[in-house]
């Protein structure tokens, strides 16, 4: 086992989890690109199966390359334990698995990622575990969504898409109050970014696929809690037996993708602030919202809990969705894409892409209107890509 050491997070993300000598020299983590393992004996696998003897056995039981990016995610959000899963999603349903049963309730933030919300869905048709979605502007609000049923609360912070901020302390004091499990979403952070952890989050999860990887090749989803037992308990039984778990390959890019995320998440960050100043006064837009704006009714809360304002930015663009597709339909270096945290700047409507399975109405409660757009800051030159969304605002 690689010694555990006291390292700054920019060092961690390099370094946790592993050690050379165990693995001939090798800088780089090797590529266990294997499905099983082969056993001395018919009794060493007897003990194995037995959890008589450490070692491994099959690789959707645990593989050595997921297991350093299993290391190193729980070091980076300072939890006790890390799982690896083939999707964001498949994190968000491990875990919503785990803590809910047949007619429990889930308090969540009103403004989830859409298939998140489909996932609800279908929890509360299959198993009647039913769920209130709200604002979660004060300790009372989040208060009032509880009722006698409710097991967790879920949060996503800042909220995809439209950035609104929730407090995470005021979240864990409910929770405590109550006796939740409470369950943050940090993909629009990264641990760089904010811990959610440290707030008295139960599990901290992410999407991957975006700032974590960095590079936009790769879908995965990684999940920490902050007890030990309880995260080899999700092992042992939702992740091994629903079986989402990360190819060996994607957490190898994985891993290659976060030794640089400090380095990527402060220029996404100071690019995104240079931006904001200039959607901020741009004449084609009505309002533009980021966190990290001293003039942001919530920035109490991003200076509490975050460190950089991060690489997203929404906005809402003069007119409705005609507008909107005409300016996507106008962008050249900046790619119409959906996902979120490449090094390549992405825009997307989420009304019609990201969110249109939320319904409607409920869209509307979240602020996810047709005008909306959603901008994810890469890590271009600032010039080349301010210069693409001005010649696209005036092809509209
Ligand atoms: N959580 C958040 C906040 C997300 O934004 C996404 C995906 C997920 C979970 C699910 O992760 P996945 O399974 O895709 O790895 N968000 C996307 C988005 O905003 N555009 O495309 C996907």
Redesign the pocket.
Known sequence: MPKKHNWHKETAMIHEGYDSKEHQGSLAVPLYQTATYVFDSAEQGERRFAGEESGNIYSRLGNPTVRVLEERIAKMEEGAGGLAFA???AA?SAVLVHVTKANDHVVCSRGI?G??FGLLKIMEEKYNITHTLTSMRTEEEIEKAVTDETTCIYV?TPI?PTMELVDLQAVSNVAKRHGLRVIV?N??CSPYIQTPLTFGADFVLH?A??YLNGHGDV???LLVGKDQEEMQKIRSTVQKDFGGVISPFDAWLLLRGIKTLPVRMDRHSSNARILFDYLKKHPKIEEVFYPFDDQHPQYEIAEKQMKTGGGLISFTIKGGKEEAQKFLNSLSLVKLA???GDAETLM?HPATM?HSGVPKAERDKMGVTDSLLRLSVGLEHMDDIMADLEQAFNAI
Do not use: H, P, R, W
Request: aromatic residues 8%; hydrophobic residues 30%; contains cysteine.
């Open positions: 999707s964001g999603m968000v990622y298939c998140t996503e995809n979403d993909t629009f999407s696929t975006k879908i995965a989803g959906v996902s979120l997307q990201t």
